[in-house]
Each structure stands twice: as structure tokens, then as C-alpha cells.
């Protein structure tokens, strides 16, 4: 599933293989490493895709400090939710795509400028 808003682009992709290349793509179409953010469920994995694609994790920047401090005591299905809404997804669309998360699949967002 793709979503566009106002402020952002997500892509739901079934891999990191497929999020790599998604990534690569948004770099080809002009975002810079500041405004593609790479998400899976695993922390892990995450870090591993946002590193192998020049991409970004969602941090304080994101988040702002309350958000990122909360995200310690929160469970990982919450912290990837505050994730999603802070770079200008809904709660409903956060829930949607916290679900595919879930099922293993890996999630690219490309934030526009504001």
C-alpha cells in the first residue's frame, strides 16, 4: 500500500531488500537522507535498513524530546505509532501501518519540506 498526505509519502514493502531499493528510488526523485525514514518492528533491523539504504531512523528530531522519552516506557507497537505520527500520519493510518509492521513487512516514509 502506498499512502501520500500533505506531508509525507509511505510505502509498506514486504522486505528489507524491497525497502532498500524504494529508498534508492526517493533519493533518485530528489529527497535527501534527512527526510526518508526507514521503520521495522524490530529495532534491529531497522538500524540495519536505514544504514545499507542511506536513509534515517525517526529520533528527537522527529519525535521531539517528550515523545522520545515517553517511547522508553512505552511497548514497541506504541513507539512505532508516536513514530508514524510524528512525521505526519494519523492515528488511524499509524494503526494501519503499526499492523503491517507486525507482519514483518517494512515501512518507508519521505517526508516533504515544511
Do not use: C, P, W
Request: charged share 30%.
Amino acid at each position: 500500500m502506498e499512502s501520500t498526505n500533505q506531508k509525507a509519502y509511505a510505502k509498506v514493502t514486504d522486505n528489507g531488500t524491497q525497502a532498500v531499493q524504494e529508498v534508492q528510488s526517493l533519493h533518485s526523485s530528489g529527497y535527501t537522507q534527512e527526510h526518508i525514514f526507514v521503520l521495522a518492528h524490530d529495532s534491529d533491523r531497522t538500524e540495519r535498513i536505514a544504514s545499507a539504504s542511506d536513509a534515517s531512523e525517526v529520533g528527537m528530531k522527529e519525535e521531539g524530546a517528550f515523545d522520545t522519552i515517553a517511547n522508553l516506557f512505552r511497548s514497541r507497537g506504541d513507539e512505532l505509532r508516536a513514530k508514524i505520527q510524528s512525521l505526519g500520519f494519523t492515528e488511524a493510518e499509524a494503526d494501519f501501518y503499526e499492523k503491517q509492521l507486525d507482519q514483518g513487512k517494512v515501512l518507508v516514509i519521505a517526508k516533504k519540506d515544511e
